[in-house]
Structures are given as structure tokens and as C-alpha cells.
């Protein structure tokens, strides 16, 4: 059929009287497939940069947390200055051949082929990717930083940040989380500055190399002989908290980066 003969039956719609239910119909369809058709390009079109922005958010988060935020370095500068690796869970050795800078720990978790169904899942991710991408700050060669992706559930939404750890493997030197979507007020207090700010200084990991960081349920007594591995608790959203404490402990532990501190523990990374 040639395409007069297509549009025939369209001409012969849209010429019957803007009363007639037909055409009411007719234009509302063709409204709604002409607004998807921009909505999609458009949603099509600004992937890439999408992924750029989020590209360059990570990397604003990492060099703040990595203590060069306040360089003067701009951020290209600050963030070549840290070198990405990517770790082997499993043995906790870091990957040679892989490409850092494309890889993603979100997409790795969504594949079967790389990564593993979690049956302890405290984190509440149920798969794990073998492979995780962490950022390592040296200074003249010595090693001053390790910095862990970590994430996992809170009430509402998936929270991921980062965790700054000094070369011993158990120290905190900041945290941050720089995406998550809990509710404004309450559990999205995970993110601010006063609370992340108790975090330095604090020991995640003990004598036997399992993690020991607690999140109290309200204050954290600064006087108990466990303070040193305890933070306060977020008022009114336990349950968000509950959740940081949850996947601190699986990323520290053995299912996460635990081979990988215990290496750098013994001075292996
Ligand atoms: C609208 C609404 C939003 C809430 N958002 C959160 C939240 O983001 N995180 C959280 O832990 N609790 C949130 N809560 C409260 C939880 O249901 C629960 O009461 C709380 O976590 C218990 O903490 P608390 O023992 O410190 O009061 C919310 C409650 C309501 C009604």
C-alpha cells in the first residue's frame, strides 16, 4: 500500500467535525504517541550525559573523601592523583588487566556471570559483584588512604557511599554517602555532615579481623569501654541506621572486602 493510500483513512478522520468522539479520540492518541516520541529521545538523548554527570559526582566524592577536597587541585587534577584498582573479592588480590575506568560494581551485580547470589544477605543487595572497584591515596609512594565503595538498604531506598580507611585497614578516616533516597528529616540525616562526622577515627574491624562497628539505637555512650567502635544511632530513623551498620559489617566481612583489608593489613596491596 503506498503512503497517500496509508494516510487515507487518517485524512478522512481528521476531517469529521471537532465534535465527533472519533476525532476527540484520534487527536488525544496522536497527542499521547507524538509526547512519547519526545519523551524518549529525549530520555535517549541525555543518557550519556547522565552518566557523565554521575561519572564526575563519584569522582567529587571520592576526592573529598580521599582529603583532597580542600587541594586547590581542580577536580580532574585531585582525582588522577588517586589510583582506582579494582579488587577480587573473593581473594581479596587486586585485578591487573581490567579496565577501571568503565568498569561498574551496579551493572557487575546485575550479571550472573559476574557476580554471586548472597544467601546471608545482610546488606539486602542478594547478589554481590566479584569484582569492586576501590580508590588507593599514596603519598610518595607510601600508601595514606583506601578508599571502599560500600552500599546496601535502608528503609526506602539502596544507599551507597564511601568509606575512607587509613593504611592499617581498621581506622575510619571519613565516610560519606553520597546517594541514597530515605526520607528528608529523618533517615536522610545518613548523609549529613554532623552525623558522617562522628565517623573518623573510629575502629571498624577487630583484633581477629571481623568487623566490630556498631550504630546505637539513640546515643552512643562516649564513655563505655566499646565507644571506640560505636556511633550514635540517627533519632527517629533506626531503621535507616540499622542499615548502615548492616552493610558496614557485610562489606568489612568475609562476603566483601574482607580478604582484601586483611591483605593490606599485611602490607600486600
Ligand atoms: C512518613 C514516614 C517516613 C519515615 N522515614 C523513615 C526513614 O527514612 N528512615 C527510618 O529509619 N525511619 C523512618 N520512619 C520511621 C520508621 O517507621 C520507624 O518508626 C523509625 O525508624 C524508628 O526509629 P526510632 O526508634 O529512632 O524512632 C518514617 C516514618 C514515617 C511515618
Known amino acids: 500500500m503506498s503512503s497517500p493510500a496509508l494516510l487515507q483513512p487518517l485524512r478522512a478522520l481528521f476531517a469529521l467535525p471537532n465534535d465527533d468522539p472519533r476525532k476527540t479520540l484520534a487527536v488525544a492518541v496522536t497527542l499521547c504517541l507524538a509526547c512519547s516520541v519526545v519523551v524518549s529521545a529525549t530520555a535517549v538523548t541525555l543518557r550519556p550525559l547522565q552518566a557523565r554527570n554521575a561519572a564526575l559526582e563519584l569522582q567529587r566524592e571520592v576526592v573529598e573523601v580521599a582529603g583532597l577536597g580542600d587541594s586547590g587541585l581542580g577536580l580532574a587534577q585531585a582525582f588522577e592523583r588517586i589510583e582506582t584498582a579494582l579488587v577480587d573479592l573473593g581473594t581479596g588480590a587486586l585485578v591487573d588487566d581490567a579496565d577501571v575506568a568503565t568498569y561498574s560494581y551496579r551493572d557487575a551485580a546485575l550479571d550472573m556471570a559476574r557476580s554471586t547470589a548472597l544467601e546471608d544477605d545482610p546488606a ?42 587509613a593504611p592499617d585497614g581498621r581506622t575510619v578516616e571519613a565516610l560519606s554517602f553520597y546517594e541514597q533516597r530515605e526520607t528528608a528529616g529523618l533517615g536522610s540525616e545518613v548523609s549529613s555532615p554532623r552525623w ?17 562497628i556498631e550504630v546505637a539505637k539513640g546515643r552512643a555512650d562516649p564513655n563505655s569501654p566499646d565507644a571506640q567502635r560505636r556511633v550514635d544511632g540517627l533519632s527517629g530513623a533506626t531503621l535507616t541506621a540499622n542499615g548502615v551498620e548492616r552493610l558496614m559489617r557485610f562489606w568489612l566481612g568475609a562476603q566483601g572486602y574482607g580478604p582484601f583489608l586483611a591483605r593490606l593489613r599485611s602490607g600486600g596491596v
Not at 566479584?130 to 531506598?157: A, C, F, Q
Open 196 to 212: 558522617l562526622g562522628q565517623w573518623p577515627g573510629k575502629t571498624v574491624i577487630g583484633p581477629d579481623g571481623a568487623p566490630v
Open 124 to 165: 539486602g543487595i542478594r547478589r554481590r559483584p566479584d569484582h569492586m572497584p576501590v580508590y588507593l591515596v599514596r603519598e610518595n609512594g607510601s600508601l595514606t588512604t583506601v578508599i571502599l565503595p560500600v552500599y546496601g538498604k535502608g528503609l526506602w531506598s539502596t544507599m551507597h557511599g564511601l568509606l575512607a580507611l
